[in-house]
């Protein structure tokens, strides 16, 4: 989507390595939101930011940590990968209010 | 807790017909309520807002309800398109503890549409 990338589209990783995904936005948008979508669970909400170095828990945060050094950039960090971690991961932008505008996402495969 | 969910899981029209997607929702404070698309190997793409001070709402093909007496809103479209199939999933905001969004939503589990020619 025009505006907000991901970063990589896909990875496979073995279990108990860390892996960080990217979202990279030139929309200038201070707020940033990570979800996770799984069969049967929708999308959940993991992180999100609402400035440079604001940034504050979602509903299954647990496993997982965010960085927001600059504006376009907020990366999602899994510490120590698990199988249950196994999922597709989307960025988004915006506000709520407005629409958010999301990426393409991130198939992650924990092995 | 508060939830947004749907009445339908899967739906399946003939391209021509007109589709209707429900979604109930639990959290009377909600101010607002948003529709996403979501096509195969895609994210969500947003659809149609609608305030909770209004009860319909037209945009191009498609109508939001809103009847607050009953927690419900649904999404039409008028003369499916092959193109309209996806999953489609209703939000509405997800409030902090001190009633703040930061913009959060809250996503149904979504319903698949699928319109065969």
């Known amino acids: 989507d025009a505006g907000i990338t991901q970063s990589p589209r896909h990875k496979v990783t073995e279990t108990g390595t860390p892996v960080t995904l990217r979202c990279h936005q030139t929309?200038?948008?201070?707020?940033m939101y990570w979800y996770r979508q799984d069969p049967g669970h929708g999308l959940r909400l993991i992180h999100y930011s609402y400035g440079v170095k604001d940034t504050d828990k979602g509903e299954v945060s647990d496993g997982y940590s965010v960085s927001r050094s600059k504006t376009e950039d907020f990366l999602l960090t899994l510490e120590s990968a698990t199988s249950s971690q196994t999922s597709v991961y989307f960025c988004?932008?915006?506000?709520?209010?407005?629409?958010?505008?999301f990426g393409s996402g991130t198939r992650l495969t924990v092995v | 807790g508060e939830s947004v969910g749907l009445h339908l899981p899967t739906l399946s029209v003939q391209e021509g017909d007109n589709s209707i997607i429900n979604c109930a929702y639990s959290?009377?404070?909600?101010?607002?309520f948003i529709w996403y698309k979501q096509e195969s190997g895609k994210g969500p793409q947003f659809i149609i807002d609608i305030r909770s001070n209004m009860d319909k709402r037209q945009g191009q093909r498609v109508t939001v309800l809103l009847n607050k007496t009953v927690k419900h809103l649904s999404l039409q479209i008028a003369a499916t398109q092959p193109g309209d199939s996806a999953v489609y999933f209703c939000?509405?905001?997800?409030?902090?503890?001190?009633?703040?969004?930061?913009?959060?939503?809250?996503f149904g589990q979504g319903t698949i549409l699928t319109v065969h020619p």
């Open positions: 939000a509405e905001p997800r409030n902090n503890a001190g009633g703040t969004s930061y913009g959060k939503l809250t």
């Open positions: 988004a932008i915006g506000r709520g209010a407005y629409g958010y505008t």
């Open positions: 959290n009377s404070a909600s101010d607002y």
């Open positions: 929309e200038n948008h201070r707020y």
